[in-house]
């Protein structure tokens, strides 16, 4: 399975939107969730949204409320829907697709957003 990733990174001024696009191949009937990770330099990575094969979705805090995450199963496709951008969200975002009962983690190459003030 490949996550390949993906369309959308870019810099925006804070109080901005940007939408990231995300297209996985191969055996999707093993994955259990797909979602969207950063990583700031220097730090770990953090989560920012999952979704389940369910459409059910979760977000990280500091998230909630700005970011959407969705799920096109015909395009094995996610997106992440972000509004009211901050600076603080500015980081490489990652493609996230998971295998759990094999712990398995698939990841895109990644992204860069930048949010400027």
């Known amino acids: 399975l490949m996550c390949s990733c993906a369309s959308g990174g870019g810099s925006v001024q804070a109080g901005g939107s940007l939408k990231l696009s995300c297209a996985a191949s191969g055996r999707m009937s093993v994955i259990d969730y797909l979602g969207w990770y950063r990583r700031e330099r220097g730090q770990r990575r953090e989560l920012i949204a999952v979704?389940?094969?369910?459409?059910?979705?979760d977000y990280g805090d500091s998230v909630k409320g700005r970011f959407t995450i969705s799920r096109d199963a015909t395009k094995n496709a996610v997106h992440l829907q972000m509004n009211s951008l901050k600076p603080e969200d500015t980081g490489v975002y990652y493609c996230?697709?998971?295998?759990?009962?094999?712990?398995?983690?698939?990841w895109g190459a990644g992204t860069l957003v930048t949010v400027s003030s």
């Open positions: 979704i389940s094969r369910n459409n059910i979705p």
């Open positions: 996230n697709a998971e295998d759990v009962a094999a712990d398995l983690n698939y």
